[in-house]
């Protein structure tokens, strides 16, 4: 169905201050959800409902374990990941303004950040190069295994131009862990070849494949993107394994680079868009209608919602929310 | 066969004399040749047969186009894309000991710059993260595309651990060019799906597919990578394309990371040496003997040839490098 994209705000908005949430952080929450819901990317408000996202009661302030020029280290006190990577963009930001790079990296969380495009956007909106990993629990296996050590594991990338900035975002996983819950809540079979059992077969079960393995996208060209991903959101910023390796806490990178460093950056911008028109003017194959460049489509319904101030929504994602502010 | 891995290295730099390198080029162009062909990896001395890598008459010396304390921009006045990367990795490499950063660009090559993962392994025994993007031609097309466009686009990364670093490259196409190239000399098919021809049919005739265009591999997600890499190293190391946007030259981007910015650099070497042993530890599927980190099957083939001072290669290959030399 559709429903009017303020009112979903609204809802939103009292769902998060029911969850415990003060305006400050719901306010950022909702603008994290509300990137991927309008763009039609399943990061969006459903996280609300079923166990939803409540706000750990033993949040402590965020802090900076770590500070230089270009780089910080942020303790995310068990604060929600939207919360804590929102915070480190812009800190990334700020840094990249006045050195050239920022490089902010993040632990003591182990919640989802959402659609990490849009830190990335974020990034690319200011005029830097935006590049941004999330690291989660163990959910996926490495390429020749079945165990699952690393998380989905997504990266993302912003680009300025001189229009809209280029933004992409993907797991290294073949199919998001988030598709398979949903597959499983609706009683649905997952694709074929994305997950294993706990035995190591591969499986279609969407219960199975949770008690199982999501495996890489792309063979092992994928497990090797994964690997840096979990480098990045591990090691790199100083979670807390316990004595046995297991996590039991996320940790996120974002990275953001001034095109000035190397390039004079209108000209820099000019030369993107450049890229991107003469891409999207390419011969195409017999069946496609448009290239789209990444991030095209989410884009694109994006600006149909802000033309008609409406949004797709599922009935019963919304008669949920409706429920739980009644 | 088998042949001793220095009679390889005298003859590989005799053919380097030949082609018109003084001594100390050469030795650059013979480190990056020999890491690919003791590691297995296709881009190692087949490079010299055939046209072969002749020295532009027309180089000029390497020359910083722009200098900051993080960064550089390299002209690489038309000498080959190896020297000019190794040039510029070192470069990256002392911003990073200085400040914590390097990140360097070059343009102005129009050649290969031959396994990119010997520069993020370099990068990456001086205990820093090393990323590495190579541009080059247009050969493969855009998803939804078979207008080739793109370079092959392969980017690798160096991590450094408390043993050996972890160094993994690959294009984001889903067959090297090389490889099209070494079909069609030897006559045989390519395989499925990794090519176009001119008229945008799907091929396995390594003719048509250099006369067409590479996919890229991963579908959209790869694609969305392929993108990175060209905006990498073509419009932010400030290529020069001609009035119609073909490419000119090629573009390199090479970025050094001290892990100290965030985390204690021991610690996180000792963290990755610990995942490393997690996964090869992991359950493996019923077909697997040995689950490999990136990058293990090439050094497992160099140990052998250390160990044995033997290094195998294709007969018709080392004939072909004895004929040049004779």
């Given at each position: 169905m559709q429903i009017r994209v303020d009112d979903l705000e609204r809802v939103t908005l009292e769902v998060l201050t029911q969850s415990g949430y003060p305006q400050e952080e719901a306010s950022v929450i909702l603008e994290v959800l509300m990137y991927a819901q309008l763009r039609g990317n399943?990061?969006?408000?459903?996280?609300?409902?079923?166990?939803?996202?409540?706000?750990?009661?033993?949040a402590q302030p965020i802090s900076i374990a770590k500070d230089t020029k270009l780089s910080a280290l942020v303790?995310?006190?068990?604060?929600?990941g939207m919360v804590v990577l929102s915070y480190a963009t812009d800190l990334a930001i700020e840094k990249a303004r006045e050195h050239g790079v920022g490089i902010v990296g993040t632990n003591s969380t182990n919640t989802s950040t959402g659609a990490i495009g849009y830190y990335a956007s974020r990034v690319a909106k200011q005029g830097y190069i935006g590049l941004v990993f999330a690291g989660s629990g163990e959910f996926m296996a490495m390429y020749?295994?079945?165990?699952?050590?690393?998380?989905?594991n997504p990266l993302a990338y912003g680009i300025p131009t001189s229009g809209k900035p280029i933004v992409f975002d993907m797991a290294t996983?073949?199919?998001?862990r988030f598709g398979i819950v949903e597959a499983k809540t609706a009683g649905r079979a997952i694709p074929e070849g994305v997950a294993y059992d706990a035995q190591g077969n591969l499986t279609t079960d969407a219960a199975a494949a949770l008690g199982g393995a999501i495996r890489v996208f792309g063979g092992y060209k994928g497990a090797a993107l994964a690997l840096l991903v979990e480098v990045l959101t591990h090691p790199l910023v100083a979670t807390s394994p316990d004595a046995n390796g297991r996590k039991t806490d996320w940790g996120n990178l974002v990275v953001a680079i001034d095109p000035e460093l190397l390039t004079d950056s209108d000209i820099f911008e000019q030369r993107v868009s450049g890229l991107v028109e003469r891409l999207k003017g390419a011969n195409k194959l017999a069946d496609v209608g448009e290239i789209l460049i990444p991030g095209e489509r989410g884009d694109k319904i994006l600006e149909q919602a802000e033309k008609t101030g409406l949004v797709d929504i599922d009935d019963s994602l919304w008669t949920a929310l409706q429920q739980i502010v009644k």
């Open positions: 399943n990061q969006g408000v459903v996280k609300l409902i079923g166990a939803g996202m409540p706000r750990d009661k033993a303790n995310g006190g068990k604060n929600t020749g295994s079945y165990e699952p050590l690393f998380g989905t996983a073949a199919i998001a």
